[in-house]
């Protein structure tokens, strides 16, 4: 299984990325999904994901950035997606995407991490 982020990139304060995260490979189910990011000096912080369970997906985002990211999801593409909307610079990190999925047989669920993607806000 493979975790595959891009859309990072340098965009002023007020703009907007996208973010996009695929996930590959022997993937029986994913249970979750989502974004952290890890500033320059920082420890990793949660920034938004979806955790599916008997009564559907449940959607979190981390106060910072609520009102501004908008998480989604694409089933049938196992994909994630993070719109970044009135981005600050504060908000320039290394983004990671990160997923808990069971693969193989018998499906194991297990962690993933993707590689980081670079986005930077200037003032």
């Known amino acids: 299984v493979q975790l595959q982020a891009s859309g990072g990139g340098l965009v002023q304060a007020g703009g907007f990325l996208r973010l996009s995260c695929v996930a590959s490979?022997?993937?029986?189910?994913?249970?979750?999904m989502g974004w952290y990011r890890q500033a320059p000096g920082k420890q990793h912080e949660f920034v938004a994901g979806v955790s599916s369970g008997d009564s559907g997906d449940n959607i979190k985002y981390a106060e910072s950035v609520k009102g501004r990211f908008t998480f989604s999801r694409d089933n049938a593409k196992n994909t994630v997606y993070l719109q970044m909307a009135s981005l600050k610079p504060e908000d320039t990190a290394v983004y990671y995407c990160?997923?808990?999925?069971?693969?193989?047989?018998?499906?194991?669920?297990?962690?993933?991490w993707g590689q980081g993607t670079q986005v930077t806000v200037s003032s």
């Open positions: 990160a997923a808990v999925i069971a693969s193989g047989i018998p499906p194991i669920r297990q962690n993933y």
């Open positions: 490979g022997s993937i029986f189910s994913i249970k979750g």
